[in-house]
C-alpha cells in the first residue's frame, strides 16, 4: 500500500483518506478485512491520529463499518445494499438523462461523445481502474449538463457506492462491449433529444449492470467456498 502522487499536497489526513479509499474501492482491501489502526500506520508511515480520523470518515460514506469489541471492518458488498443502490440510481439517472436531452448545448455534446472514445480506448487498455473512471466521466457530464444542483449532490453522494460496484462488473471483461454500446446509444438519444428511448436505455443500463454484479458476486462466494 503506498501514498498516491495526486495527494502530494493535501493534509496527511486527507492523504491516508484517499489511499484507503481506493484500496477498498478496488478490493485491494477486502470487503470483511479488519482495520488495525497500528498495522495500517505502520504500513503508511504515519501516527494513529490520521488513521482514525480516515477510518471515521470511510464510515461516514458507508463504505467501513464498527463492529463491536470488534472495531473497524471494511463494509460487506450484500445484496440488500446493491439493490438499494441501484434502485435510487436507476430513478436519477433516468432523470438526469431526461432533463439532459432537454438542456444539453452542443459543447457538452461534443464533451459527451469524447467521452465516449475515452471509454473505447479504456476498454482496450482492459486495465479496471482506467474503465472505471472513464465509465464515471462519462455519466456525470450527463448529470452536469442538467444544472441541477440537488440532482448533482444526490449523484454525487451515490457515487462512492456505486463506484464500488463498478470494479465488481468491470471485472468481467465480457460487459465492456455492451458498456461502450450503451454508452453510445445514450449520446445517440441526447443528439435527437429522444427522451423516451434515453429512459429506456438508462433503465436497460443499470439493470444489465446490477444482473453482472450479482453474477459477479456469486461467483466470488462459489470461488471463497472451493478455497480458490
Sequence with gaps: MSMMNDDEYLP???VVFNTLRQEILTGKLKPGERLMEIHLANKLGVSRTPIREAIRKLELEGLVIMIPRRGA???QITLKNLKDVMEVRRALDVLAIELACERMGQEEL???YQACEHF???VKTKDTRMLAEADVAFHDKIVLSTGNARLIQLVSN???QMYRY?????KDASSHEMLRQEHLEMYQ???KKDKVTAA???RKHINNQEEAIIEQLQLEKYDRRKGV
Design 12 to 14: 496527511l489526513r486527507d
Design 73 to 75: 471492518e471494511v463494509a
Design 110 to 112: 461534443d464533451a459527451l
Design 120 to 122: 473505447t480506448d479504456a
Design 158 to 160: 451515490l457515487s462512492e
Design 166 to 170: 463498478r470494479f465488481e462488473y468491470l
Design 189 to 191: 438519444c441526447i443528439l
Design 200 to 202: 429506456e436505455i438508462v
